[in-house]
């Protein structure tokens, strides 16, 4: 639940670039619109970058101080929760790419990632595909990081295939920046 968390902080700053009009200053002042928009994708890596690396040192302080000996077996986790929180931030940049109000950004982030994905999640699963729902965009990148023991006896009795989900997770972020690019780059400033 906390992932929406870098999403919600990209629609911000993005947002306000709209609202302020600093992203046609930005291009007015000589950057083009390419270099503003790679700006803000380094911008998504650093914040990933960022978060990853209180996780890890989240993790590695429970480690020291949880009474048993460290262990770095389950260190693939951190770099899977960088790709989900790329991913998390890449739909909250393209919802506010097409939007370009924070306050509705927001909304539809929310109904997006707490709602309509899981409809249609249970819809493809059930009516379509089975398990066909474990690869929209959030979906795949929620499945990297298994549930802990008990959720995830209760809730997910049949995983997919992490690796299939991180091939999804990565195209998926791949979409999105690539229709974020072509937006900003096609769009009326």
């Known amino acids: 639940f906390m992932l929406v968390i870098p999403g919600i902080?990209?629609?911000?700053?993005?947002?306000?670039?709209?609202?302020?009009?600093?992203?046609r200053q930005n291009v007015i002042d000589g950057l083009g619109r390419t270099g503003f928009i790679t700006g803000k994708l380094l911008l998504?890596?650093?914040?990933?970058?960022?978060?990853t690396l209180l996780v890890f040192i989240t993790?590695?302080?429970?480690?020291?101080?949880?009474?048993?000996?460290l262990?770095?077996?389950?260190?693939?986790y951190i770099g899977l929760f960088f790709v989900q929180a790329i991913s998390f931030m890449s739909v909250g940049l393209v919802l506010v790419m097409l939007v370009k109000r924070a306050g509705i950004a927001?909304?539809?982030?929310?109904?997006?990632?707490?709602v309509v994905e899981r409809v249609l999640a249970l819809v493809i699963n059930?009516?379509?595909?089975?398990?066909?729902?474990?690869y929209l965009p959030l979906r795949s990148a929620d499945r990297l990081i298994p549930l802990p023991t008990m959720l995830g006896k209760m809730f997910d009795q049949n995983p997919p295939?992490?690796?299939?989900?991180?091939?999804?997770?990565?195209?998926?972020?791949?979409?999105?920046v690539w229709f974020c690019k072509r937006h900003f780059e096609k769009s009326d400033l």
């Open 71 to 76: 262990s770095f077996t389950n260190i693939k």
């Open 9 to 23: 902080l990209i629609i911000l700053l993005m947002a306000n670039e709209y609202t302020f009009k600093t992203h």
């Open 44 to 51: 998504m890596a650093g914040l990933a970058l960022g978060f």
């Open 106 to 114: 927001i909304g539809i982030y929310f109904l997006y990632a707490f």
């Open 161 to 176: 295939n992490p690796t299939y989900m991180l091939i999804t997770a990565c195209a998926w972020i791949a979409l999105m």
């Open 126 to 134: 059930h009516q379509l595909i089975a398990g066909g729902g474990s």
């Open 59 to 69: 993790a590695l302080l429970f480690g020291l101080f949880g009474g048993t000996p």
